[in-house]
């Protein structure tokens, strides 16, 4: 250990060498600050091995002195260790046998940060923002993100039982989940909903997103589609090249996303290069605020350049470009090194003053018409948009997710309820609409599960109702695809966009700046 410990102190010394060689003549002040504070931490590290009284593992020791260093910098710097990186590097690639969720550690708890529609977690009512307490009667306290992973992910068919905590509900949930293999689709659906109106799901940037998107648009051109709605909710981003790819689709001519940052080889303007896929044709875009980085870039272009109408929430506002350096211990250090900018000269990164605040705050300030929009920038066509607080929709349309609606997911008793109806159903067709009839059996099971509620409650959810419901029960008798055709039908972000293919016309025909 002392001999690893000496070899790791010899070569922080070489890179600080280095870098103090390299670096420019006027920063001779700075030089200096990092040398003496460098030489305290290596001193530090010297102390600890020969004094401390306990046993050390110094490879998480200074893994974890790096990860607490970069957070100090922004929300998205990071390290990843050797395990933590490979698995980053097979998530954009392949697939893997876990419970299909997206975590990470937000004010030093394991919370879940998104979860794959087609894994086991979704159909069980597993949502963002809940915090993991345990993982097989396992404490999650102490546990880092790679523990935390690897005890979620391992055999295909094996249980895996976890307790969360969600806000608004005092006792904690817990659910029993069984591994499948999880396949992350760039596109996990695609279809007409009308005999004009196509529809694409995008969920997230990976090797396969270009590909995706191309089948998806092929097909429905051949369906005879004139309109099409392109659903970015919930996509967290990914891949800055298919980010770009995917706008040009849209976009044909013109810039697409800037990159800035201190140094010149972080300066980057990226441009559509090819011929649109979708030209001339009316477009409407989802958005909702855990559509973040790709998904904003994707936006933005749109919006900038007058492609297309936006509807549905503020996004995220992570326009933050991090760089991959490679550690020899085969770890790898995130950090940022530039900002994205759309074509109109806009910031998308929201402004960051701590990690609470900037994963919980914006949240609790929902419905506030106080908060600031930032800087004024403007469209080709001379529309006003707005800076620094991600991608501002051109129609804001709130879609939330009641506490009532959470009880009943969390229990699994729409779950529940859409299996036994599809047992007592077999013949029911994909005609079937939730009507009262089918609204009255859940009720009356309802009842019989003992579930608390009042009929305001219900009223007040009834759309909510109808869309869970028809996604529930449609997937179980079919497949995720049919499920989602049905309960379309009951989003109110999509309806109203269905609303606004003429103001998404009448858009295209505006006279553009050159």
């Not at 129609?395 to 939330?400: C, I, S, T, W």
């Amino acid at each position: 250990m002392k001999n690893k410990l000496k070899v790791f102190i010899i070569i922080a010394g070489l890179i600080l060498a280095v870098f103090t060689l390299s670096a420019d003549d006027g920063s001779n002040n700075e030089k200096s600050d990092l040398q003496k504070y460098f030489k305290d931490y290596t001193t530090a590290l010297a102390i600890i091995e020969s004094r401390y009284s306990g046993e050390v593992d110094f490879e998480e020791l200074v893994g974890l002195s790096i990860q607490r260093m970069l957070q100090t910098l922004d929300p998205h710097s990071s390290y990843a260790d050797p395990k933590a990186f490979a698995r980053m590097q097979e998530d954009q690639t392949g697939y893997f046998y876990g419970i299909g969720i997206t975590i990470s550690i937000r004010n030093q708890r394991t919370t879940v940060i998104s979860v794959v529609e087609t894994g086991p977690s979704y159909r069980l009512g597993l949502r963002a923002g809940d915090m993991i307490d345990s993982i097989n009667g396992k404490s999650t306290a102490g546990l880092s993100l790679n523990e935390a992973v690897s005890m979620l992910r391992g055999p295909e068919g094996e249980p895996v039982t976890i307790t969360v905590r969600r806000q608004g509900m005092s006792e904690p949930l817990k659910f029993e989940i069984i591994r499948e293999k999880i396949v992350e689709e760039a596109v996990p659906y695609y279809f007409m909903f009308d005999d004009k109106t196509g529809y694409i799901k995008l969920e997230r940037f990976s090797k396969r997103t270009e590909r995706d998107m191309i089948e998806a648009i092929e097909s429905l051109k051949k369906q005879n589609m004139k309109q099409l709605v392109l659903d970015l909710r919930d996509n967290p981003g990914g891949l800055l090249t298919q980010a770009i790819d995917v706008s040009n689709m849209f976009v044909d001519k013109g810039l697409i996303v800037s990159v800035k940052g201190r140094d010149q080889r972080d300066m980057a303007a990226f441009s559509a290069k090819k011929e649109a896929l979708v030209k001339d044709m009316p477009l409407v875009v989802i958005v909702n605020e855990n559509s973040a980085s790709g998904a904003e870039i994707v936006a933005g272009a749109i919006q900038d350049h007058d492609r297309g109408i936006l509807i549905g929430e503020s996004t995220f506002g992570k326009g933050l470009v991090q760089t991959i350096f490679r550690l020899n211990s085969g770890g790898a250090v995130y950090l940022t090194t530039a900002r994205y900018y759309t074509p109109s000269g806009r910031l998308i990164q929201r402004e960051y003053t701590g990690i609470y605040d900037y994963y919980v705050g914006r949240r609790l300030n929902e419905g506030n018409s106080e908060i600031p929009k930032g800087e004024v920038f403007k469209t080709d066509a001379g529309r006003p948009i707005y800076s620094g607080q991600g991608i501002s929709p051109d129609y804001e349309l709130e879609q939330k997710f009641t506490v009532f609606l959470g009880r009943l997911v969390t229990k699994s008793l729409i779950y529940n309820f859409a299996g036994e109806f599809v047992r007592n159903n077999p013949d029911m067709t994909k005609s079937m609409d939730i009507d009262d009839k089918v609204l009255n059996k859940f009720k009356e099971y309802l009842k019989k599960n003992e579930f608390e509620f009042t009929d305001k409650e219900f009223e007040e959810n009834i759309d909510g109702l109808k869309y869970r419901l028809a996604d529930d029960i449609f997937t179980r008798r079919w497949d995720r695809q049919t499920g989602v055709q049905h309960a379309i039908k009951f989003d109110k972000q999509f309806q109203k966009g269905l609303e606004l293919f003429k103001e998404a016309r009448n858009l295209l025909k505006q006279p553009k700046k050159k």
